[in-house]
C-alpha cells in the first residue's frame, strides 16, 4: 500500500514539473502579449495605427474534477477592452478541438496567431503528458480505494 501511494505522489511531482514548465512559456507570453498591447494602444491613442489588441491567451486553470483537482491548460479569447486585465473572469473559454488542441481557434488571431501556434505545439504537447499523468493518478486512487475496501472487509471478518 505504501509503494501505491508513494507512486501516486511521485506522478504528482512530475505532473507538477511539467505544469511548471507550461507556466514558464505561457509567462514569456503573456510578457510580449501584453508588452504589445500596450504599445498598440499607445500607437493607437496618437492616432498612428487601428490595430486591434491581441486577443488570444493561455492560462492553467486548476478545476475540481471528482476527488481532486485537474490541472487545464487552455486558451481563452479576451474581448477588446480600455479596463482589460489579466484575468480569466474577463474572458471566454475557447473549446478545443476533436484532437484536444486549440489551433483551429487560434487561426482567429491577428497578429499574434503566428506566435500563439508555435506556444500551442509545445503546449499541446505538455497538455497530452498532464493528461495522461492525471489519468494515471486518478486511476491508481482508485486501485487504492480497492485494496483498502478489501482489506477492511478481510478484516472485519475476521
Known amino acids: 500500500m505504501q509503494q501505491l501511494e508513494e507512486s501516486i505522489q511521485y506522478l504528482q511531482i512530475q505532473q507538477e514539473e511539467l505544469l ?11 510578457a510580449w502579449f501584453t508588452d504589445c498591447n500596450r504599445t498598440i494602444k499607445e500607437q493607437r491613442n496618437a492616432g498612428l495605427t487601428d490595430a486591434l489588441s491581441g486577443m488570444y491567451a493561455p492560462v492553467i486553470q486548476r478545476k475540481k474534477s471528482g476527488e481532486g483537482i485537474k490541472p487545464y491548460i487552455m486558451w ?6 480600455s479596463i482589460r486585465r489579466l484575468n480569466p473572469k474577463f474572458s471566454k473559454a475557447i473549446k478545443p478541438g476533436f484532437d484536444g488542441g486549440y489551433m483551429t481557434a487560434l487561426k482567429k488571431a491577428t497578429w499574434e496567431q503566428e506566435r500563439a ?8 504537447q505538455l497538455r497530452l503528458a498532464v493528461n495522461a499523468l492525471q489519468s494515471s493518478i486518478v486511476k491508481m486512487r482508485s486501485v487504492k480505494r480497492k485494496i483498502e ?10
Not at 511548471?20 to 503573456?30: G, H, P, Q, R
Not at 477492511?152 to 471478518?157: F, G, R
Open 20 to 30: 511548471d514548465k507550461a507556466d514558464e512559456l505561457i509567462s514569456v507570453y503573456w
Open 76 to 81: 481563452r479569447k479576451f474581448e477588446p477592452s
Open 117 to 124: 501556434m508555435s506556444l500551442e505545439v509545445k503546449l499541446n
Open 149 to 158: 475496501k478489501e482489506t477492511n472487509q478481510q478484516a472485519s471478518e475476521v
